[in-house]
């Protein structure tokens, strides 16, 4: 069983930046693709981020190219896998519950359905 979870939303103002983390733990969660996603009031879950098992491949949608950046890291001592969610010039769009998400095996997909483990989430809000 993986469990994911999710910390570093909040509220800020147009132009700032966030940085959200995912810590899953246990053997299980080493070596997994890892996703983000958000989904906005009324409106259906979309992707944002994945990064696959080595972290060599990333990929990010099209809303937020150019301005958040996806990275993992790997701590064999306690069984710890961490990724993170750079967002930088936030506005009002990017307003969202942002959910991390773990994959089957290591490689990642754009699609929700791609992913069988989800975190709780995390809100973020950007204020005009």
């Known amino acids: 069983q993986v469990q994911l979870v999710e910390s570093g939303g909040g509220l800020v103002q147009t132009g700032d930046s966030l940085r959200l983390l995912c810590v899953s733990s246990?053997?299980?969660?080493?070596?997994?693709?890892m996703g983000w996603f958000r989904q906005a009031p009324g409106k259906e879950r979309e992707f944002v981020a994945s990064?696959?098992?080595?972290?060599?491949?990333?990929?990010?949608?099209?809303s937020v190219q150019g301005r958040f950046n996806i990275s993992r890291g790997e701590s064999r001592e306690n069984e710890r896998t961490t990724v993170y969610l750079q967002m930088n010039d936030l506005n009002p769009e990017d307003t969202a519950v942002y959910y991390c998400?773990?994959?089957?095996?290591?490689?990642?997909?754009?699609?929700?359905?791609?992913?069988?483990?989800w975190g709780q989430g995390t809100q973020v809000t950007a204020s005009s």
């Open positions: 998400a773990a994959a089957q095996f290591g490689s990642v997909s754009t699609a929700a359905g791609g992913y069988p483990y």
């Open positions: 990064i696959n098992w080595s972290g060599q491949y990333t990929a990010l949608g099209p």
């Open positions: 246990g053997r299980a969660a080493s070596g997994r693709g």
